[in-house]
């Protein structure tokens, strides 16, 4: 499985763009990259996905360099609605036969 | 269309006892997988299952156990407990690997199983 690794904490104001930056340098050729958020005494919600290059929908952008070594969730103006935990992670969901790993994620505190 | 459900939401055990959580998955979801969520460990994988089948087991002592039925709801057991199970348990549900060429695996968790022992 290819472990990823991403800051502990972010912090950020209202109005701003965030950008959490996820590590994955063993990245197999099958796998995708998937972020989920997750608000406290909820199970994580699904934001985006994506294999390479920059995939955008109403929520965020997912930057994957050419290389698929790292990634980027860009969160654009967030509110303090948006202080959740987001998790990366890379697996092969559609073909694999291994299971998606979460990890400890990014905890994102967004300041008034 | 309903979500994914998790019953019960909250219960206390005492130390040796068993538990026994339900998840129920979306209509149509085959894959159900369950995390234990603590504060410490953050978000750990125990299993899945798919069409009744176990497909991948995470780390976790034997006293960890599951099942999944025929209309695809599931069972998680949990036996002679420790302080140390205190936790949420999040099940998922997906559409299942080779359901649809187009299948992102997306996982539909549900509101968890809070689960105390004293």
């Known amino acids: 499985l290819a472990k990823t690794t991403q800051p502990i904490s972010m912090d950020s104001y209202e109005g701003q763009e965030v950008n959490i930056t996820c590590s994955h340098n063993?990245?197999?050729?099958?796998?995708?990259i998937t972020w989920y958020q997750q608000f406290p005494s909820q199970g994580p919600r699904f934001i985006i996905q994506?294999?390479?290059t920059k995939v955008t929908n109403e929520v965020a952008s997912l930057f994957i360099p050419a290389d698929r070594k790292s990634s980027t969730l860009s969160l654009p103006r967030v509110s303090l609605s948006d202080t959740a935990v987001y998790y990366c992670?890379?697996?092969?969901?559609?073909?694999?036969?291994?299971?998606?790993?979460f990890g400890k994620g990014t905890r994102l505190s967004v300041i008034a | 269309k309903a979500g994914v459900t998790q019953t019960p939401r909250y219960l206390i055990k005492t130390r040796g006892q068993q538990v026994t959580l339900s998840c129920s998955p979306i209509?149509?979801?085959?894959?159900v997988s369950w995390y234990q969520q603590t504060p410490g460990q953050g978000l750990q994988f125990l299993f899945e299952?798919?069409?009744?089948?176990?497909?991948n087991k995470g780390n976790f002592p034997g006293r960890f156990s599951g099942r999944q039925f025929s209309n695809s709801r599931s069972e998680m057991n949990v036996s002679t407990l420790e302080l140390g199970d205190s936790a949420l348990y999040l099940c998922?549900?997906?559409?299942?690997?080779?359901?649809?060429?187009?299948?992102?695996?997306?996982?539909?968790f549900g509101e968890g199983s809070r689960l105390t022992v004293l």
């Open positions: 299952y798919f069409s009744e089948t176990q497909r």
């Open positions: 998922a549900s997906s559409l299942g690997w080779r359901d649809l060429p187009l299948n992102t695996g997306e996982l539909f």
């Open positions: 209509s149509g979801h085959r894959s």
């Open positions: 994506g294999y390479k």
């Open positions: 063993n990245i197999a050729t099958n796998d995708y």
């Open positions: 992670l890379v697996g092969a969901p559609i073909s694999g036969n291994t299971p998606l790993v």
